[in-house]
T-cell receptor, first 113, second 113 residues
């Protein structure tokens, strides 16, 4: 079945550091990819999505580029802030079943002041 | 704007008890979801419903029942609570077409004594 792999379970950075969270996927069809962010006590909220190869999604300084060749959708931010501390989830929905949305295990980002 | 309301916010149960979680949305979305969130395991899909009276099993449906009584509501039943179980159950909804991103409620936090 389809799956999403996030390599890092926890990431600790200092303010103004560069962030990369790795996301690789496996899908039988041509998936749409998502990044979500979750703050304590809240539900996950969508950062952005991308639907086709080479498409870049971006929001709030975060960005990721859909790479069908490497089956990746890595999240990046040039300069993190303490307020970016949260859990980040990569997710996909496959075009063979657009209703079923599968999430990765999440990456907990801690940004130290 | 719309909202997804999950009740109750906190649920304490006894081992072997049947427990029901409720979810209401006023986005007029067709598709609704139930996910289970455990630390280190991410979000795992339990059930989803493409439209009223439809039910689709996710990857974690064993031990759960679901009911889509009407378009705006989706309930989840834990058929027999497991001792020391602790998890957050997240409800979500989406338009369901064109790989739309689900929008999430704030969750129900379950503890089983």
């Amino acid at each position: 079945g389809d799956s999403v792999t996030q390599t890092e379970g926890q990431v600790a950075l200092s303010e103004e550091d560069f962030l990369t969270i790795h996301c690789n996927y496996s899908a039988s069809g041509y998936p749409t990819l998502f990044w979500y962010v979750q703050y304590p006590g809240e539900g996950p909220q969508l950062l952005f999505r991308a639907s086709r190869d080479k498409e870049k999604g971006s929001s709030r300084g975060f960005e990721a580029t859909y790479d069908k060749g490497t089956t990746s959708f890595h999240l990046r931010k040039a300069s993190v802030q303490e307020s970016d501390s949260a859990v980040y989830y990569c997710a996909l929905s496959d075009d063979t079943n657009a209703y079923k949305v599968i999430f990765g295990k999440g990456t907990h980002l801690h940004v130290l002041p | 704007g719309g909202i997804i309301t999950q009740t109750p916010k906190f649920l304490i149960g006894q081992e072997g008890q049947k427990l029901t979680l409720k979810c209401q949305q006023n986005f007029n979305h067709d598709t609704m979801y139930w996910y289970r969130q455990d630390s280190g395991k991410g979000l795992r899909l339990i059930y989803y419903s493409i439209t009223e009276n439809d039910l689709q099993k996710g990857d974690l449906s064993e031990g759960y029942d679901a009911s889509r009584e009407k378009k705006s509501s989706f309930s989840l039943t834990v058929t027999s609570a497991q001792k020391n179980e602790m998890a957050v159950f997240l409800c979500a909804s989406s338009m369901g077409q064109n790989n739309q991103a689900p929008l999430f409620g704030e969750g129900t936090r379950l503890s089983v004594l």
